[in-house]
């Protein structure tokens, strides 16, 4: 069964929820600001996947942090980032078993199918 990581009030989980369910894929969704993110987890995601695809920068929480908390990142201060402010992570996160993706697009599609 896939793990899906977001928020429910993301319009891009909703999205990937939806095409989970159309596809008859099995998947469970925890939300990351009200079930909580667990730091080993997202440590592991990090050595899996590198900080910078977790971080979205593109964001109104990321837009909203002062600018101090946004620069000089490196993958410890993007972890602790990330779990003081789960929207700041880039959504949904895909947990597969043996490997994760990041987002929701046609080359994450295509891996779910076969996953």
């Not at 994760?100 to 295509?110: M, P």
């Amino acid at each position: 069964m896939i793990e899906v990581w977001g928020l429910k009030n993301c319009d891009t989980c909703r999205k990937a929820l939806t095409w989970l369910k159309d596809e008859g894929i099995a998947h469970s969704f925890r939300d990351v600001r009200a079930d909580g993110l667990d730091p080993a987890a997202l440590e592991a995601w990090i050595a899996e996947l590198g900080w910078e695809p977790l971080v979205n920068t593109r964001g109104t929480t990321w837009r909203g942090l002062p600018e101090s908390e946004r620069e000089g990142l490196d993958a410890a201060k993007a972890k602790a980032l990330i779990l003081a402010n789960p929207a700041v992570m880039k959504r949904p996160v895909f947990d597969l078993g043996g490997r994760r993706l990041v987002g929701f697009k046609d080359a994450e599609k295509k891996a779910l199918r076969s996953a």
